[in-house]
């Protein structure tokens, strides 16, 4: 293919101008909608090793804690279920070929945020950047999967594990021809910043353009 690139650009501009408007206006998510038969929670590696130590830690992810530990406080009182999946590698992992060593088994690295951890958790780790890959969460004991309606995605960070998990979600459950949807909290998800090579809020856009196309729904808290 040749390219045109002053057009791909243009029309890039273009795409997401309209893309930054409708996530500047997303809806608010509506608690009451949720019940613990018709809803579960996919907390994604909100872990030391990306909130606070470490080569992959970052700041912006750290700065959701507080509020996410209210909206999963909100959530247990509901009994409404919640998988914390977490990066747990054995020394010699796969992904440190493409990524620096992090997170390994039993770390300070790969444990939870102390400010996240509650004792109704359902703790998954996972080997990759795709937690649908170590379990798919809807086949657990604890999950009513002809009930379930819901699945709400919360973590980081948007354009790599968030991402990864979602849309393979989102196919599994078109696969299986199952009703429920994918629902990724904009205000819940966020990525790192490297200046020059990964511009966080660009990479975070982009990140949520490519799952609302997967038929991802996207909301606020
Ligand atoms: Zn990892």
Sequence with gaps: MNYNKKHVLQTLESTFSTFIETVNQLDHLEPSQYTSDNTMIVMIDMINGFCKIGPLHSDFVNQMIPKMAG?????IQKN??????RDSHPA??????YFPLHCVEDSEESELVSELQRTE???????????FLAQNPID?????????????VIGCVTDICIRD?????AKH???INHSARVTVIENLVDTFHIEASHDRETEHLLALYHMQASGIKLVRV
């Design 71 to 75: 909206f999963l406080d909100t959530m």
């Design 80 to 85: 409404i279920p919640v998988i914390s999946y």
């Design 92 to 97: 010699d992992a796969g992904e440190f070929n």
């Design 121 to 131: 958790l359902i703790d998954i780790t996972k080997n990759s950047t795709n937690g």
């Design 140 to 152: 657990l004991p604890i999950i009513n999967k002809e009930h379930l309606e819901h699945i709400l």
């Design 165 to 169: 998990f979602s849309t393979t979600m």
């Design 173 to 175: 459950l078109q696969e």
